[in-house]
């Protein structure tokens, strides 16, 4: 039930932060979607085994998750425009470089003693600047790829590492699955207004109280006692159960 659970708030909480994260909402259009996404219906239609205050919690960790990830998009973004933009520069001042040392040629005269040394070494100079070019015109090259490339806005739950891994039939589908929902995101208390009462833990007792689902007249909780004795269990271990809380 427990790991029945996690996977079930893993998938909601990778859906909001999907819609929130690759879609340009307004604030009145993230208004609506929480508002349809915490809905009874909605989590029931679903099949979620949480209720609309932990769908609740779990929605804003989602939002705070893709502002994080937008901001350091955008970061990076800059960044790399940063780049081309110096690149661009230096590449004009090179090409700038390169028509005055062509000009430079022309106006040689070919009655002057030194005038073979001097075209050599205007030569050569234009061949150092058209290799300059050359490596700036690929770096510039391979900054607008990365502008340009998908992967860029890609956010991997799991971790890019094992999702490779995955590819390359090194772990199975169910490590995956367990290393993409291995942490409870949403812990509160009821009287926080964005908290939730259904993980509460007891710090006198080292008792955690999970609710598992609920109904008329009934909850079903799941408790896991003395949790510094059972944090170093083999299931712990896998799932880092007790990483976000």
Same mark, same amino acid.
């Given at each position: 039930? #427990?790991?029945?659970?996690?996977?079930?708030?893993?998938?909601?909480?990778?859906?909001?932060?999907?819609?929130?994260?690759?879609?340009?909402?307004?604030?009145?259009?993230?208004?609506? #979607?929480?508002?349809?996404?915490?809905?009874?219906?909605?989590?029931?239609?679903?099949?979620?085994?949480?209720?609309?205050?932990?769908?609740?919690?779990?929605?804003?960790?989602?939002?705070?998750?893709?502002?994080?990830?937008?901001?350091?998009?955008?970061?990076?973004?800059?960044?790399?425009?940063?780049?081309?933009?110096?690149?661009?520069?230096?590449?004009?001042?090179?090409?700038?470089?390169?028509?005055?040392?062509?000009?430079?040629?022309?106006? +040689?005269?070919?009655?002057?003693?030194?005038?073979?040394?001097?075209?050599?070494?205007?030569?050569?100079?234009?061949?150092?600047?058209?290799?300059? +070019?050359?490596?700036?015109?690929?770096?510039?090259?391979?900054?607008?790829?990365?502008?340009?490339?998908?992967?860029?806005?890609?956010?991997?739950?799991?971790?890019?590492?094992?999702?490779?891994?995955?590819?390359?039939?090194?772990?199975?589908?169910?490590?995956?699955?367990?290393?993409?929902?291995?942490?409870?995101?949403?812990?509160?208390?009821?009287?926080?207004?964005?908290?939730?009462?259904?993980?509460?833990?007891?710090?006198?007792?080292?008792?955690?109280?999970?609710?598992?689902?609920?109904?008329?007249?009934?909850?079903?909780?799941?408790?896991?006692?003395?949790?510094?004795?059972?944090?170093?269990?083999?299931?712990?271990?896998?799932?880092?159960? #007790?990483?976000?809380?």
């Amino acid at each position: 039930q #427990l790991l029945h659970f996690m996977e079930a708030q893993g998938r909601y909480f990778r859906t909001v932060f999907n819609q929130l994260y690759f879609r340009e909402l307004s604030s009145r259009d993230k208004q609506a #979607l929480w508002k349809a996404y915490c809905s009874s219906q909605v989590l029931q239609e679903n099949g979620y085994p949480f209720g609309t205050k932990y769908a609740n919690s779990l929605f804003h960790e989602a939002h705070n998750k893709a502002v994080l990830h937008q901001e350091a998009y955008c970061f990076r973004v800059q960044q790399i425009e940063d780049r081309i933009n110096a690149l661009t520069l230096k590449r004009e001042k090179l090409i700038d470089k390169l028509e005055q040392t062509l000009k430079s040629i022309k106006k +040689l005269d070919k009655k002057e003693v030194s005038f073979k040394t001097l075209r050599f070494n205007l030569f050569k100079e234009i061949r150092a600047i058209k290799t300059a +070019l050359y490596w700036i015109n690929r770096k510039l090259e391979k900054e607008q790829s990365r502008l340009n490339s998908s992967s860029l806005k890609s956010v991997t739950f799991g971790g890019k590492d094992f999702q490779r891994k995955l590819s390359r039939k090194q772990i199975t589908g169910a490590k995956w699955q367990s290393l993409r929902n291995k942490s409870i995101y949403a812990m509160g208390q009821s009287v926080r207004k964005y908290g939730n009462d259904s993980i509460q833990f007891d710090v006198e007792n080292k008792t955690l109280k999970i609710e598992l689902d609920r109904g008329k007249g009934y909850k079903n909780y799941l408790f896991l006692k003395n949790i510094e004795n059972k944090y170093n269990s083999q299931f712990y271990k896998e799932n880092n159960l #007790l990483v976000e809380i």
